[in-house]
């Protein structure tokens, strides 16, 4: 199922966002972690901290990646970035 709500109708974009932002912190700042874990983790957390690091250190692209990419270059005649 899925539920689709137009959130202007209760309020404005900003005051939504400020909620959600607001939601967020008290979570983060007010909650312990569960036993094993270092902090509170939401939701595209771990997105965020992979795009920080790829901007950082770039994304593996191994041999098998590379070989892949090959075998759809050979089929749809696409250019490589490494070529």
């Known amino acids: 199922m899925v539920i689709a709500i137009d959130i202007g109708l209760a309020a404005s974009g ?4 400020a909620e959600v932002d607001r939601y967020i912190r008290d979570l983060r700042d007010t909650h312990d972690p569960v036993p094993g874990k270092d902090r509170i983790r939401l939701p595209a957390h771990i997105e965020e901290e992979r795009t920080i690091l790829h901007r950082r250190v770039g994304i593996h692209f191994g041999e098998q990646e590379k070989r892949a990419k090959q075998a759809l270059h050979e089929h749809y005649r696409v250019a490589l970035p490494w070529d």
């Open 14 to 17: 900003d005051v939504f966002q």
